[in-house]
């Protein structure tokens, strides 16, 4: 195993991002942000209640979002715009109260047959789409009907969504999702945005291919531009204010317009944020996120992220590590701590387990499962067959041990 990820997936980045700009705190959850954009940011809540959003923050992102739909995407860089336009209909927010992970979101309560079968929704009223459109329970039938039907081409949603068969409309705001197995996971999806609904009237009036450039969802920010390859930009929904119970303010935003600009090359988002051509920025090199920490004009912010860490991918139906023992012996062989002082400037941790701590289904006791340890490795080594050759390189029926890296995630 490689380092842990801490500033290169959205799915906590993404929520805090949200959290705090319906906060109006500076934590958007990005690599690092400029001195004066935190200060406005942490003007109290109270003195600005009355006033009307302001403001334009501008944030670096490295990827390209391929569709502004959330049920269709598969992007982290889509989930972060997506996750400023849509609600989900629970907010899963561990740490925000003690004892406590699951939040009303545009559900206002939920409950879960015994068998996890049928998913029962009761839903806000009063909350309406950024076209008008007000939230209903047809609305949340539509978008999983969205989700699984082919012409979306769902990529991270309807993979995740599982043994969907049907969403039933009990009344207004009453939807039971169904499914043919047990789904246990659901609970957690529900609360991404993958899962959020969208409006009834859009989805019909674009259609499914067609309504991921025409984003309609119900949160503090409505889609306002969007350039492939350069931007999208989201302004500030006056209308709001249904945000989470847990967060500091639940009305409107304070900032008027943010814009995403996707900037693929690390070190041109570096420039850009030095430049003050952004405000915001993520996935920087760790080098540079040292020279970052220790300039005082910026505050640098590492979220925890779900998933796997870092990794090198073997093949294990190809030599040599088609042998059990010799991918142990790797394992062995590593030096987890080494690599991520020497190649990562000690910005990130060294992950000991196939899954990272805040990942549901972690492990701790896997911890100490393989550590650094040559001694073994190397006798690992021997019992495969692998001796030391001439030149000290490991032989086996006369052929060297080659490793070839086909993959590295």
């Not at 400037?345 to 550590?371: E, W």
Request: proline fraction near 8%.
């Amino acid at each position: 195993m490689g380092p842990q990820r801490h500033e290169s997936d959205a799915l906590r980045r993404v929520r805090l991002t949200r959290r705090t700009l319906l906060a109006g705190a500076a934590g958007l959850g990005a690599t690092a942000v400029l001195a004066p954009l935190v200060r406005t940011l942490k003007t109290p809540a109270v003195a600005r209640a009355a006033s009307a959003p302001r403001g334009h923050a501008v944030i670096a992102i490295w990827q390209n979002p391929e569709t502004l739909d959330p049920g269709a995407s598969g992007l982290i860089a889509a989930g972060y715009v997506a996750t400023n336009m849509f609600d989900p209909l629970i907010w899963r927010l561990p740490g925000m109260r003690q004892g406590q992970e699951y939040f009303p979101g545009l559900a206002e309560r939920w409950e879960v047959s015994p068998d996890a079968r049928r998913y029962t929704f009761y839903l806000r009223k009063g909350v309406k789409f950024h076209d008008g459109t007000p939230f209903t329970a047809r609305a949340v039938k539509d978008t999983f009907d969205h989700i699984v039907h082919p012409d979306t081409r769902s990529r991270g949603a309807r993979p995740a969504l599982g043994p969907y068969v049907r969403t039933e409309v009990k009344d207004d705001y009453t939807a039971t999702v169904v499914f043919k197995d047990p789904n246990g996971a659901f609970l957690n999806n529900v609360c991404t945005s993958g899962f959020s609904p969208s409006s009834p009237t859009a989805l019909k009036q674009y259609g499914h291919r067609e309504y991921g450039q025409h984003p309609t969802g119900t949160g503090p920010f409505k889609f306002k531009e969007w350039v492939p390859g350069s931007h999208v930009t989201i302004v500030a929904n006056e209308d709001y204010n249904w945000g989470p119970p847990v967060a500091h303010h639940q009305g409107p935003p304070h900032i008027a317009e943010i814009t995403f600009r996707s900037i693929p090359d690390a070190s041109t988002r570096f420039n850009a944020l030095r430049t003050g051509d952004v405000q915001l920025t993520e996935n920087l090199t760790p080098s540079d996120v040292g020279l970052l920490q220790r300039d005082a004009s910026f505050i640098v912010f590492a979220a925890s992220v779900t998933g796997m860490p870092y990794s090198i991918m073997v093949n294990a139906k190809r030599p040599p590590t088609d042998d059990l023992k010799v991918r142990q012996a790797l394992q062995y062989a590593s030096d987890q701590n080494a690599i991520v002082e020497a190649l990562y400037a000690g910005v990130y941790k060294p992950a000991h387990n196939i899954f990272l701590p805040t990942t549901i289904g972690y492990d701790p006791s896997l911890d100490g499962m393989y550590r650094y340890d040559p001694s073994r490795a190397r006798t690992l080594l021997e019992e495969a067959g692998w001796r030391v050759g001439s030149g000290g390189v490991r032989q086996k029926d006369g052929q060297p041990f080659r490793l070839r890296f086909v993959n590295i995630a």
